[in-house]
């Protein structure tokens, strides 16, 4: 009899068996709930019925989760460790005496294992592929990472299926665990000085063909460098949205630039779908209809053409990239959807009066990163030079401005968030925050910063070699990932503390690892 079918049973036997305390005219009438420990009883008797008579062949990982089902171990005492006969059709691995799931430990960086015990192995993703060797399902298990970091490395995003139900994952007892999207570039880079003072590495042999590095971080103290940038500031400390005192201290006005460069029109139009859920049939077979705005009760998402900034691809949608969708400034977005031309720049023409010769003294600004506010401060766009005109005193933009999901604003549309837009002509210049530069060379003058190319980064440090101990890079946008949440088989009851959702995943007692760049 499989588990899901015992459990059924057992729950009916003890039905059975609770109904000795119901009294003889089949009515609870006024009595009191049988005691807590008549209960527990109850179900251990349950439990010994099950694995001794209805299935003595029972597995380990049978008995936990038929423990489970009848709260055994948490509302009540957990029944004795019993010694399980083998299972006739795969051999019971159980090498950790202290463990009663199958347990795996991993070891920081490959060294230094939590445990001496024989299921240890360098990585997480060694351990993944182990435990779905050692336990089905449907079973217990555990994954005990020793203190320190562990890299995800070049293994990719750690992805769980159905696979991994039953997945706990847990620091091990003597520190805290994390679990990096990055990757180690080690502690002996070999670090030059050049005629100019300034300190260079080769990162040649370290990254594979064609990647990059986008950021930089020490491991302890697990602190940012930051890219060359102008203004000055610390990444993680300075505040410079538009209401923000000393915005200005940090970034250049909105009124810094002449123009953002508007990219052209008749673009291609998005696909539209439209999902009206006031009344049946629709695609969730629900009714929502409560709200007076009738436009709140629909749901509509475009992809395709101009869409493709936001990577519409895989059936992906944006909710504001259509042209009916609701909320403040809707309109600007669904302009923007019409004209088929976004509402986001491809390049800006800087304004030279203000901060005279400060553009034009770089001698390559090709892969510098311009970082620009929404006019509101709702979220911050990011575009990778491409090119540098100082004639015309522009930037071209390549990579870049996904970040947001909205449009920005022009002067004809709303020039209250732009007190420098001209009135009295028809005025269509796009409507910014403040915005900085990075990544340029010529803007390295702090102790913590670097440039970074294809496969060097120098440093602006003039009298040490930068940057001592570990430094590490990321390389993934997220730890761990699960598509099978939203599928027929539904990873369930994995414990975890990174990007976790309540609706999905609970947290145990047990010091939980934490996820780190």
């Not at 209401?243 to 008749?266: H, I």
């Not at 519409?312 to 609701?326: A, L, V």
Request: proline share 7%; net charge neutral; charged share 15%.
């Amino acid at each position: 009899m499989a588990v899901s079918g015992m459990r059924a049973a057992f729950l009916l036997l003890y039905a059975g068996a609770a109904c000795a305390a119901v009294d003889a005219r089949g009515s609870l009438g006024t009595r009191p709930p049988p005691p807590h420990d008549l209960d527990c009883k109850i179900k251990a008797l349950a439990y010994k019925y099950g694995t001794t008579v209805v299935q003595p062949q029972m597995s380990v990982g049978q008995k936990t989760a038929l423990a489970e089902a009848l709260w055994l171990g948490s509302e009540c005492p957990a029944p004795p460790t019993a010694t399980a006969t083998a299972d006739p059709t795969r051999p019971e691995k159980t090498h950790h005496k202290a463990a009663e799931v199958p347990t795996v430990f991993v070891g920081n960086h490959g060294s230094n294992p939590a445990s001496t015990e024989t299921n240890t192995v360098s990585t997480v993703a060694d351990a993944i592929a182990l435990l779905r060797t050692l336990a089905r399902p449907a079973e217990p298990k555990k994954m005990v990472l020793s203190p320190g970091v562990h890299f995800l490395g070049w293994n990719g995003t750690l992805s769980l299926t159905a696979q991994d139900s039953h997945l706990t994952i847990e620091s091990a007892p003597e520190g805290q665990a994390w679990l990096s999207g990055g990757v180690s570039l080690g502690s002996d880079l070999k670090w030059t000085r050049g005629a100019n003072g300034v300190w260079s590495t080769s990162l040649k042999g370290l990254l594979p063909p064609g990647v990059t590095v986008e950021a930089l971080l020490r491991l302890e103290p697990h602190t940012r460098i930051e890219r060359a940038r102008y203004p000055n500031a610390d990444t993680e400390l300075a505040q410079w949205g538009y209401n923000s005192p000393l915005r200005l201290n940090y970034s250049f006005g909105a009124n810094e630039t002449v123009a953002w460069t508007r990219p052209p029109a008749g673009g291609a139009t998005p696909n539209m779908s439209l999902f009206d859920f006031s009344t049946l049939p629709n695609a969730a077979n629900l009714i929502k209809n409560d709200s007076a705005l009738s436009e709140y009760n629909t749901y509509v998402g475009g992809s395709g053409g101009i869409c493709d900034n936001w990577d519409t691809t895989d059936g992906q949608e944006s909710y504001w990239c259509s042209n009916k969708s609701s909320g403040g400034w809707a309109e600007v977005d669904a302009e923007a959807v019409n004209a088929g031309q976004l509402g986001l720049p491809v390049g800006v023409k800087y304004n030279t009066s203000l901060r005279p010769g400060r553009f034009q003294r770089y001698e390559n600004a090709v892969g510098g990163i311009i970082h620009a506010w929404h006019s509101q401060s709702w979220f911050v766009n990011m575009w990778e030079i491409v090119a540098q005109d100082k004639k015309e005193n522009s930037f071209a933009f390549g990579r870049g401005g996904s970040q947001g999901g909205r449009s920005w604003c022009r002067c004809d549309q709303c020039a209250y968030a732009g007190p420098w837009c001209d009135t009295k002509q028809h005025d269509t210049r796009l409507i910014s925050g403040g915005w900085y530069i990075e990544n340029v060379f010529e803007e390295l003058d702090a102790e913590n910063e670097f440039v970074r190319w294809a496969t060097q980064v120098v440093s602006g440090l003039p009298h040490r070699a930068p940057f001592p101990g570990t430094i590490t890079t990321p390389r993934q946008k997220h730890c761990t990932s699960s598509q099978t949440l939203l599928t027929a088989q539904p990873l369930s009851g994995w414990s975890w503390s990174c990007r976790c959702s309540k609706r999905f995943f609970t947290l145990t007692a047990r010091q939980m690892p934490r996820c780190r760049t």
